[in-house]
């Protein structure tokens, strides 16, 4: 009697660990998803495991990019109002950078069925420009940051990792703990 509880013990704890594994590995659905999680899980079932994992892994180098991105811009876009109202960009933004608006914006014109970006023209620039934007009014923002090259190298090594992102790479990750510095980096700067 001992043996067969010892048994049937065994057996439920390597299945429950088998459970565990297979919902990790996303082949098998939990039983309290949400509607939402049981959709994602039905659309990523026939998606090769690596592919599948790949996403799960740089679901938090995208969240951490897209924090370090937009705390940038926003930033800059609290700053400029401030000094010069609602229409800063038009003052502060150079003659290449209102072209790449432009383009961008006539290039939506033309896609309606797509949607659109978020209306501040600094949403259409490059990750790049926005050092540029900061650099080249380095008197708006000297008091954030103790000089240009850290700014701008921040900028220009979180933009080749934000490449890596965009294009759907994978992330190694080194590159990710480097971004996750120069966001909390940023954030202790410009607290």
Same mark, same amino acid.
């Given at each position: 009697?001992?043996?067969?509880?010892?048994?049937?013990?065994?057996?439920?704890?390597?299945?429950?660990?088998?459970?565990?594994?297979? *919902?990790?590995?996303?082949?098998?659905?939990?039983?309290?998803?949400?509607?939402?999680?049981?959709?994602?899980? #039905?659309?990523?079932?026939?998606?090769?495991?690596?592919?599948?994992?790949?996403?799960? *892994?740089?679901?938090? =180098?995208?969240?951490?990019?897209?924090?370090?991105?937009?705390?940038?811009?926003?930033?800059?876009? @609290?700053?400029?109002?401030?000094? #010069?109202?609602?229409?800063?960009?038009?003052?502060?933004?150079?003659?290449?950078? @209102?072209?790449?608006?432009?383009?961008? @914006?006539?290039?939506?014109?033309?896609?309606?069925?797509?949607?659109?970006?978020?209306?501040?023209?600094?949403?259409?620039?490059?990750?790049?420009?926005?050092?540029?934007?900061?650099?080249?009014? =380095?008197?708006?923002?000297? #008091?954030?940051?103790?000089? *240009?090259?850290?700014?701008?190298?921040?900028? *220009?090594?979180?933009?080749?990792?934000?490449?890596?992102?965009?294009?759907?790479?994978?992330?190694?990750?080194?590159?990710?703990?480097?971004?996750?510095?120069?966001?909390?980096?940023?954030?202790?700067?410009?607290?």
């Amino acid at each position: 009697m001992k043996s067969a509880i010892n048994d049937f013990v065994f057996t439920g704890i390597l299945a429950s660990h088998c459970v565990r594994d297979l *919902q990790a590995r996303g082949l098998l659905r939990s039983p309290m998803a949400t509607p939402e999680e049981r959709h994602e899980h #039905d659309l990523f079932a026939p998606v090769p495991e690596a592919i599948r994992g790949g996403s799960i *892994q740089m679901q938090r =180098w995208f969240r951490i990019l897209f924090v370090f991105e937009n705390l940038v811009r926003d930033l800059i876009i @609290k700053r400029f109002t401030e000094l #010069d109202g609602e229409n800063w960009f038009d003052k502060r933004a150079t003659a290449a950078m @209102k072209k790449k608006v432009e383009e961008r @914006k006539q290039d939506e014109e033309k896609n309606q069925w797509h949607v659109g970006r978020n209306k501040e023209s600094i949403y259409y620039l490059d990750f790049g420009h926005l050092g540029l934007l900061i650099t080249n009014h =380095w008197d708006v923002f000297k #008091d954030f940051f103790d000089n *240009q090259a850290w700014v701008i190298s921040r900028i *220009q090594d979180a933009e080749r990792t934000r490449n890596v992102i965009a294009h759907t790479n994978l992330l190694s990750s080194e590159e990710g703990a480097r971004l996750e510095m120069y966001l909390r980096d940023f954030l202790r700067q410009i607290a």
